[in-house]
């Protein structure tokens, strides 16, 4: 139901109570208020401001505490002047909503999308008067605020040089962060600093105020728009840095349009952020009607051992994508019940250095020692399917060129899904224009945002999934454009076979930083725990099972190559069993780069699975099985560290595998060792009949 009403758009004092929570960052005694809005429960609270030089601001409160205080909104441009002085309320509106949608595949299978909107219009009192609105989204849990510029005469083509957006937090607090605008793009550890200790940094960023709500910021939609990063101004504020492109402007845009949403999610620890939708819900919904012919499933490939220098991506004695490797894991996963089988290195342009330079890639022309027919027959009899890969080396426009040629390609051959990748250095994406002029653009400028939805809009005309690495960051267009099944965009487990490793907290960081934002193609179960020239991975075997159900993704690889698995058929069981898609997710506990626990139903039958990872320290929870459902038994089959299991030790292999009668009513211990995990399948006895369904 909808209801729209005008909202009062008279000056409002600020009460005593607003006043006394700005702790850090208050409002100045002469700006007044002219417009307000709440959630839907009236928790959450946004002012907009207007100070005596017209310069519009926003605040936030959640049960009367402030959460931001003052927040400047508005525009530099590049060859107009700015939004920012001489703003003045032309009106406001204001709208709510209540509803659900389902979502094809996901964490959870229905969504409720619940809030009240308010829309704040502006107009400068100078000579342009040039219009601007800035509508906010209220939750329950959180805010999502974005600008729309109106058709008008004196704002017809935007150029935007930057945004005035700002964040200005009303109390101290701690951030976990990545940094921005470095080499390697987003595939960087994260930082632990107070608030004033962040740089510039990517989205999703996490904080802990101090007295201890937990925020994280991000952006929904991101659309023909340069993705935000964010700076740290005066210890407690952080503006909006858009990404760079080739040209002046960072945006380029004719009006009318809007600008994606920034997003605040709020909640009283870090487990309440994951379980927060506003990301999904500030995208469109599907646009590509039905979509059936997509199926979530795990997979195996033709990576590891390239990964590890064993084999390589080039031709000659040491390629992995040769026919006769390709047969090795279709029928490995064959046998094993898993439907697909990734191939990288199987096309023309792989020879030679390729890093920065994909010039030479074909994506429809395979080499002579991959015979594409045949695997397609061989893996076709065997019940299972290839995917695909379409590395770019950054040469863009290349693969621009030939995205109907790569998709149809994909689509003969009986390929479901591709995994695309952006191998070059941060700002070194090779653009060139119809004129044949040369550009360099970043990962996530406006131009390469573009990119990433041409080759989704393309792969569905073909009905192919896109895995994308090196990719444009998650903002839930997943949700408008559901073949946009996974992505990378972190440190993977590629990390893991190299010097540097990831540390045991990493994964717990990503769960409430990076994986806010969606699901990530990680890449887990290395059962071996071996990387390149033997060294040692940093976790447990029964982490990298409990993996499975902490890292949400449509696509989930079994990393590790069949020779390894067959050594560990006792703890792969588990990774044979585990779905990839789910009707609903609970997380049970968690501490933002400590620990998390969670739980997840599978949508194609009554078993429950739950997952638990630990840092680097051992921990002993115990959690409550109320998840499951009332009145059933479940046989709990458990993963867990076995004894003296530890990271950094041979003693990580040590694994326990057991069974016990649970039912709601009871309670589980989990102990995990340094660096652990356990991993739990909770199968359903009696009611309902388990649906059939391929893992």
Sequence with gaps: MK????????????????????????APAEARIVARGTSPDKSIAVAVSIDPDGRASYSVTRRGKQILGESRLGFLFTDAPKMDRGMKLLGTTADSSDTSWTQPFGEWKTIRDRHNDLTVKLVEANRLKRRLEVTFRIFDDGVGFRYTFPRQDNLGTVNIAEELTSFAFAQPAQ???KPAYEWNREEYL??????SGVGTAQTVMTLKLADGTHVALHEAALVDYSAMNLAQVDGHTLKAVLTPGAGAPKVTRDAPFSTPWRTIAIADDAPGLYMNHITLNLNEPNKLGDVSWLKPAKFVGVWWNMIKGEWSWARGPKHGATTANVKRYIDFASAQGIPGVLV?????GWDGDWFGDGTAMQFDRPTEDFDAAELQRYAKAKGVYLIGHNE????????????????????DHGIPAVKTGYVTDAGEIERVDADGTKKREW???QWMVNHHLRVVQTAAKYRVGIDSHEPVKDTGLRRTYPNWLSREGGRGMEYNSWPGKNPPEHEANMFFTQWLGGPMDFTPGVLSLTGSEGSAILSTEAKQLALYVVIYSPVQMAADTPENYAKHMNAFQFIKDVPVDWQDTRVLNGAVGDYVTVARKDRASDDWYLGSITDEQARTMTVPLSFLDKGRRYVAQIYRDGPNA?????????????TRNVTSADTLTLALAPGGGQAVRFVAQGGSARKARRR
């Design 190 to 195: 994260y930082a632990n600093t107070p608030l």
């Design 443 to 445: 990962h996530e400028g």
């Design 344 to 348: 990288e290195g199987w096309n023309v």
């Design 646 to 658: 530890d990271y950094r030790t041979e003693q990580r292999h040590s694994i326990a595998i057991e």
């Design 3 to 26: 209801i729209v009403a005008a909202l009062l758009a008279t000056s409002l004092l600020v009460s005593a109570a607003h006043a006394q929570t700005a702790t850090v960052a208050q």
């Design 175 to 177: 951030a976990w962060w």
């Design 392 to 411: 770019t080396g950054g040469s863009v426009s290349h693969y621009d060129a030939q995205l109907d040629r790569a998709f149809k390609y994909a689509q």
